[in-house]
């Protein structure tokens, strides 16, 4: 990717990816219909929710301007999101052949979100983003702890552990173009809860909807085995994530507060991302 030259740098960089889905099996999950399309679900959320959020962002980018290290990451954080949204689309495009159609799902996202966006002042779509990059900062620690040892194709393993990093490397852009326009006072945070305890009831309802429509496009809906199966996998990890979905209530919460990077370290390494980043920054 071209970028232009500063004396700013930039905190993380947009790497350009480009998988190959060709070859994916149905279940690439567990070997389990209801996890592979619990994944599958929330990763048609992707597309258009991603884009969503580079639009929430760039909707009030110029009165950052005057911050060159903030509008920078800004940018990187625009790049990164773009190309998330791209590779999962590229994910539901081949995965059309197994007949459960994933790109409707991404249609309806689309459509909630278009809606969303319409009604909702700049401040609350940027919040609706700031509240959304916290859920996934909790949920891409799992993924990169174990969950990706579930997924037994190489090819959708990297593209989530790739995107995972990537959500480590920019999970603060958002809130800290919050903080910058906003401040960090009582009048600040009373917004900034209240959107993200509606972005957590949008983005279970949406997720859980898509689980749903591919179990019944699947003929899966009566796979008791399966959902049972997926209810164990539920229940062992919102206990963990109940908490750390909770920490956003503080105060004084910051993105920040948490450190993974030994864990992105060792992910990094586990699919070889150190040297394609070295490659883009030379
Ligand atoms: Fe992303
Ligand atoms: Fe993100």
Known sequence: ???????????????????????????????????????????????????????????????????????????????????????????????????????????????????????????????????????TAVLVCTMMENTHELMQDETIRNLWLWHSIEETEHKAVAYDMYQYLYGSGPMAYLPRVILYTLSLFLITLLSNYCLVVLMKRDKQLFNVKSWWRFTKFAVKHYVKFTPKFLSYYRFDFHPNDVDESALVAETKARIGLDAATAASAS
């Open 1 to 135: 990717m071209s970028v232009k030259k500063s004396t700013i740098p930039v905190s993380f960089p947009v790497r350009r990816m480009d998988y190959e889905f060709d070859n994916m099996p149905k279940y690439w999950c567990d070997n389990e219909p209801s996890l592979t399309h619990y994944f599958t679900g929330m990763s048609t959320l992707f597309p258009e929710g991603e884009s969503y959020f580079v639009r929430s962002v760039r909707a009030l980018r110029d009165q950052v301007k005057a911050n060159a290290s903030l509008d920078r990451d800004i940018g990187a954080f625009i790049g990164q999101e773009a190309m998330h949204s791209k590779e999962h689309h590229a994910f539901h495009v081949s995965a059309e052949r197994h007949g459960l159609d994933p790109q409707s799902l991404e249609r309806i996202t689309g459509n909630v979100l278009k809606l969303i966006e319409r009604v909702f002042p700049k401040k609350w779509n940027l919040l609706v983003t700031v509240g959304l990059e916290h859920y």
